[in-house]
């Protein structure tokens, strides 16, 4: 059920860092996001997952007063965000989608700015970051390449220590070692008491680091599920080269494997669940070569949620 | 300690700024340090030119000391060039970063939205205001230096009407920048931005005197662009405002005098058409 809250949730203001009620924006006859509903606690991690369009870049805009909402409202640490604007956003890091930066200094001139028009910022915190980050702060910001850029935009985001981070794709642009890197920020930052909204179309990142996700598809929140349960449901794309061609029935049988295609020596399936069953299958024939891997979110995992099975608590038979 | 958003604008401008100071500057100097050469050609120029080409060029006399500098400096090129530099800053305040997306940056700090307007606005204004006055600032140098007669009164007053020039050119472009594509209001919410979303055109607002359709132009704090119709009803054609060629006036208490911001705001329109450069100046 869209906009299901969980049972745990408190009531009080001081307890929520984020909350939504009945959020809801069009661009003229366009859905940016609709009847959106949704608590964050303070000091959790909240991954926000959807396909691209899905409406998670107007909700973040609306949660900072860039957007203003057509219906319904939201708080952020309990304080309007266009009311008390400039006394919330002392206490946000932001991170937009795209990012552009204003003027072409240098790194470091333009965390200067950010630091000053923030009220003064430590500057050591700003140069632990960067080098956490391993990035050169005396470079043009201009000249960076996409991946230093984020870097540079999450310094911004988590210099001055903000109570609550709205990052949006944080990722984007990151190597591996880097994305490692920053979850491992997060993490810290959650131990630290902040709280984390960050937006993402990858669910492994957000797995690593989140506590609970909200999904979104077409402009509506499909599911919140805390992140143990997903791990439960990961769906898998599993491809297995063997030696001689097999037949289709030894695996189709299998608990949680489906889409099951056999061509010649090549087994190509989806397993939902736990991957043993199949090994043991599999370990009858001698085995060449193995592929396992999650699949893209916005094509298995969202029409997971929409294709019968519903959010909530609900699991396929056999997993 | 100014606020960091006006240093940052000044920054980030500095390149343009110099560039613009000195052409200015450059530009002064040499025109008016020629002014003892050029006295022979003077007469010979003057006559060589028919009257309605140096009415054109805004030239009364070009032997007179002041003359001179109001044919050269005061009249076409000098207040062309402090204007399109004037322009180009005033449509960096806020126009260039939201079309780039800079903004989303700036505005992520802690300022409201009407204060960013303001430093941003105040930063260029102050910059250009300094880069206008650049020429009466080398005359008053120039001109007693190469021993023109002219008080340094009439300088200061010239170099006044040029900083007024500016001002009031400068005030348009970054006044019109549209809102944030995607900060458009709603229907439902106020409008979000701290200036108005239209701008009576020149002559609808000198002829209506804020008389007569003073709610077409009630800006910032209403909700929803106002129109002269009340909320809700199609403007349908109306004898009041028959006199104008227009298939469906809006149908309010406007004067016909007022009927070009009615149109535009029932049309749809939320600016002016390029062509009518609204002076919205620091009146």
Redesign the interface.
Known sequence: MPGRKTSDDVGMTSDIALLTEDLTKFYGQRRGIEGLSLEVRAGEVVGFLGPNGAGKTTTIRLLLDFLRPTRGHSTVLGLDPRRDKAALHRQIGYLPGELVFPGRDKAEDLLRFFAAARGGVAWAQVTALAERLDLDLSRSVRTMSKGNKQKVGLVQAFMHRPAVLVLDEPTSGLDPLMQQEFLAMVRDASVAGQTVFMSSHVLAEVQQAADRVAIVRDGQLAAVERVESLGKRAVRAVEIHFHDPVDPAEFSGLPGVSDVVVSGPVLKCTIDGRIDPLIKAAARHEVVDMLSAEPDLEETFLSFYYHGEGAGDASRAGA | ML???V??TW??DRLALIGWAGGVAAFTGIYASFYSQFQGAAELKQDALPQGMLDFLGIADMLSPAGYLQATIFSLVGPLLVLMCAITLAARTIAR?EE??????????????A?FAWQRVAAAGSALTGIAAIPGILLMIIVPWIGMDIPLSNVAAASAGLVALVWSFAASPSSLAPP?E?????????V?LPWPRTWPTPSAACSTGGTGCAGCHRSTTSSAPTRCTPAGTRPSFSPSCSSVRQPRPPESSCSTAATSVCRREAGGLRFPAATSTPTRNSR
């Open positions: 606020p960091a958003l240093r940052k920054r980030d970063p780039d997306g800079g903004m989303e940056l700036m505005l992520a700090n802690p300022v409201t939205r204060s944030p995607n900060g458009l209001p709603s229907s439902r919410s106020p979000a």
